[in-house]
């Protein structure tokens, strides 16, 4: 298993602002994934966060609205852009720490976004 | 077709008893499927992986039917501490990105004494 820690636990924003979600793991790992967990629905991934190169994103979202950054091995920010009540949401990073990418998925605490 | 299927749930069951979840995948192709759990307000944690010859982890067992396209959860004698919601995952890529997790939008078991 890993520690992944995410901060903040939870935010109320205002509509039109931005929040950056960051993202802290304790072991270096390849590849790290932000997912969305809106009200009531499933897990959604938002993209895949790779050291050295652009995120590569879903179908449904984009660069500009979903910033992110990935400086090194262990860390990545996801920016959730000009929000709006709909962007209200759980977000949680995760990596895969079942060796050769298993999909054996661990998950940050996540971080509860509420826009107004 | 949604991509992953689940019972919609709630279960409700007495502690002991042995309760089955369904889940079903649209995507022949995919190649591995997890059971994850996830508390209330809490991240989802891997349960079980589901291997295609079926697998048991103590009171816990997955199987996976690749002709029905379904895999299911089975749990026996029920603990309150297992009340939680039950999500199935599928990767459908071959090759890809194995972070590309399809959930199912996941079942509520509420075990009572």
């Known amino acids: 298993s890993a520690v992944i820690s995410q901060k903040p636990s939870r935010d109320i924003c205002q509509r039109g602002t931005s929040l950056t979600i960051q993202c802290q793991v304790d072991?270096?790992?390849?590849?790290m994934f932000w997912y969305r967990q809106q009200p009531g629905q499933s897990l959604t991934l938002i993209a895949t966060?790779?050291?050295?190169?652009?995120?590569?994103?879903e179908s449904g979202f984009v660069i500009d609205k979903f910033p992110i950054s990935r400086p090194n091995l262990t860390f990545s920010t996801l920016t959730v852009s000009n929000m709006s009540p709909e962007d209200s949401s759980i977000y949680l990073c995760?990596?895969?720490?079942?060796?050769?990418?298993?999909?054996?998925?661990?998950f940050g605490e996540g971080s509860r976004l509420t826009v107004l | 077709r949604k991509e992953v299927e689940q019972d919609p749930g709630p279960f409700n069951v007495p502690e002991g008893a042995t309760v089955a979840f369904n889940c079903t995948y649209s995507?022949?192709?995919?190649?591995?499927f997890f059971w994850y759990r996830q508390d209330c307000r809490k991240e989802p944690k891997l349960l079980m992986s589901?291997?295609?010859s079926g697998n048991e982890d103590g009171r816990f067992t997955a199987q996976l039917n690749r002709a029905s396209q379904y895999i299911s959860l089975l749990i026996r004698d029920s603990k309150l501490s297992d009340s939680a919601t039950y999500l199935c995952?599928?990767?459908?890529?071959?090759?890809?990105?194995?972070?590309?997790?399809?959930f199912g939008k996941g079942t509520k078991l509420s075990v009572k004494p």
């Open positions: 995760s990596v895969d720490l079942g060796g050769s990418n298993t999909g054996e998925l661990f």
């Open positions: 072991s270096q790992v390849t590849m």
């Open positions: 966060a790779n050291q050295g190169s652009e995120a590569t994103y």
């Open positions: 995507n022949s192709a995919s190649q591995s």
């Open positions: 589901v291997y295609s």
């Open positions: 995952a599928v990767n459908p890529r071959l090759g890809g990105s194995q972070g590309n997790l399809i």
